[in-house]
């Protein structure tokens, strides 16, 4: 015993001596050092990463000219906003519900992490306990892994962050990079997602719900949480505003009177369905040309307000629904299937494209019928060739200045004077007219008066004229005759920006889609849109006159309405596009049908929207009349300010003949004729034979013609206007 109990007693007393407190003591403070010196060593060896590829990521934003959202494209939904763009309380908020001390730490909280670290270790549930700080970090430089390496990196990264970033940019990379829900990455979409506002709108309770809704999103997400998350959100929301209450950010009476803000039922992501996906890509191209890159806009970020006028955008929509597609059976029949519609809207005065129709839907054809120019504008192109003519003072082959009662043969088929190219075109139906006015040309688009117009002015004159209202130099632009009868390729934006141009008296007009596009760091204005004049305005009003007649007594009467109006219809070779392109004092559009095929090939109108040809003054007036009605908030009482070049070319003329052989004019699906129906006479009187400048009678002009024979005159080429127009 006495051995045992000696042995016992030295073993305790040499523990004594190993861990004496000078010992432990001692020990203590080396491991301070060894670990000090380790975390020091990782501090050198642990540099601050790039971002990762997620953190960079945004969507590019696209709004109405009101600032309503249309679409968001891009991986992720996230638009990065500037600290200065959210309200002071909102920031506050989030420092109140994360991290009290934010503005005092240097990046870590020590205590805290042990805290978590404890606490998961010993089954209490992983905690975060990491500064604002660390979770940007975490977000912007790092990934979502729960390790110790991780954490350990985190926090040597934090301190060196917090060293080279001031707290208002950590805030603001914070609030940017975190995930809310819903699909919602950064402040800014969250703030959409769950109250429909900019980030700039956001009250102090929203702020305080959103800081809350971050610890849980999918638990806190008010729509879908149970009794439980429900209670814990609000909970968690009453503890932010205290918090701000605490130190000092938020009144105490003022947070007394705050209610729990309720967030709205999530909604579908705007895509690039319907109308929004032509729209998208237009003004994406519209962004490229202006120089911004396609690597740039693919990185995202952008908030890019368009010219789009949200309610003319859904009027334009309606028009063609109930003027088109209605009246379709897309699914049943094929022929009824190739039909496709365009159509631009654009504003004469400032060169904003209110509205754009690209087709039935992006996610369904991808080719934006707005912007094609594979199609053939038609006899739309005549009205160019007239302006043409007034801005040169052109003259006709027996020298009389061309106005609206210049006297040109209205004969089908009649062989062009004065061109070493040889060219008959023929009218519509086969119909002769014999002696017509201009105006009364216009009005029913005669295409042997405009043919012989186009030779008085010259194909290199009128192309000249073409281009400098608009147009684009395409392959098929060629400088002949049967240009007057519009064979060259262009888009209902082209025509809608040439006819604006007229509108807005011969002063440039270029259609733009952008109004403004910004990044964080760059913002790119919209393009110059109002130019300087490029034709006469007596020029631009005379035309203007003379497509007034149109409206009024020809070809486009079903697009009259409660308001002035000029336009022209056009009806293309083969019947493969038909269009009308108009405007009023205050709106310029072109609506064109395309006959297209599943396979992307041109195929004729003909039996499709109705029995026989489409014409121009058919389906596409009656959706320009629907659509500018509405878009005019039921019609207008502007009038047009003309100073015209004081001619007169009545709007009658003689009564059209069929040459022989001819078919007679085909009825409509009512049973209507396609010529209109003739309006009270005018007061103005016909001219018959104008005098010239020097007052001498002009030579009788050439007589109605029977159908020619001679091998020597040039038929209508392949993708000319084969006399069916209107």
Known sequence: MGRTGKSQADKGGRIRRLFTWKKLLGTFFVGCLLAMGAFYALYLMVPVPVANADATL???????????????????????????????DVQRAFVAAEN??????????????????????????????????????????????QTATRKLKEMVIAIKVDQRMSKSEILAGYINTSYYGRNAYGIQAAAQAYYGVDATKLTAAQGAYLASVLQAPSQYDWTFAGPEGRKLVEQRWNYVLDNMVEEGWLDAGTRAGLKFPVPQKPKAPKGLSGQSG???EAANQELVRQGVSEEDLKAGGWTITLNIDEKKQKALVK??????????????????????????????????????????GATEHWTNNATRRDYQPASTFKPIVLASALDNDAETQDGRRIGLGTI??????????????????ENEDDQSYGPVTVQKATNSSINSAYAQMIVDVGPKKAKQTALALGLKDGKDFGETPAMSLGVMGASTMDMAGAYATLDNHGNKVTP??????????????????????????????????????????????????????AGKTGTSENNRSAWFVGYTPELVTAVGLFGE?????????????????????????????????????????????????????????????QTTGSPTPTPTATGEATTPPQPPTSTATTPTQPPTATGTTPPEPTPTRTRTTDPTIQPPPDGIVDGRDG
Do not use: C
């Open 58 to 88: 945004q969507s590019n934003v696209y709004k109405y000219a009101n600032g309503k959202v249309m679409a968001r494209t891009g991986k992720i939904n996230r638009e990065i906003v500037g600290l200065e763009k959210v309200p002071l």
């Open 100 to 145: 009290k001390t934010f503005y005092k730490d240097n990046g870590v909280d020590v205590m805290g992490t042990a805290r978590a670290a404890w606490n998961t270790l010993t089954g209490k549930g992983k905690q975060g306990g990491s500064t604002i700080t660390q979770q940007y970090v975490k977000n912007y430089y790092l990934s979502q892994d």
């Open 278 to 280: 032509y729209i998208v």
């Open 319 to 360: 028009a063609v629904d109930e003027e088109l597609e209605d009246k379709l059976d897309r699914k049943g029949d094929k022929k009824q299937a190739t039909v496709q519609a365009g159509a631009t809207s654009v504003d004469p005065k400032t060169g904003a494209v209110v509205a754009m129709y690209g087709g039935v």
């Open 408 to 425: 040109y043969d209205g004969t089908s088929k009649r062989p062009v004077v004065g061109s070493d190219i040889r060219f008959a075109p």
């Open 512 to 565: 733009t889609l952008v109004k403004t596009a910004e990044h964080k760091d760059r913002k790119v204005e919209g393009v110059q849109s109002i130019g300087e004049r490029v034709i006469s305005r007596e020029a631009a009003d005379t035309t203007t006159k003379a497509m007034q007649g149109v409206v009024q007594s020809g070809s486009g009467f079903r697009a009259a309405g409660n308001y002035q109006a």
């Open 597 to 657: 095929d599943a396979k992307g090939n041109q195929v004729t109108l003909t039996d499709t929207i109705n029995p026989g040809r489409a014409n121009g003054g058919r389906t596409p007036a009656q959706i320009w009349g629907a659509y500018t009605t509405k878009a005019l908030g039921g019609g207008s009482d502007a009038t047009f300010d003309l100073q015209t070049d004081g001619t007169s070319g009545g709007d009658t003329g003689p009564t059209p003949t």
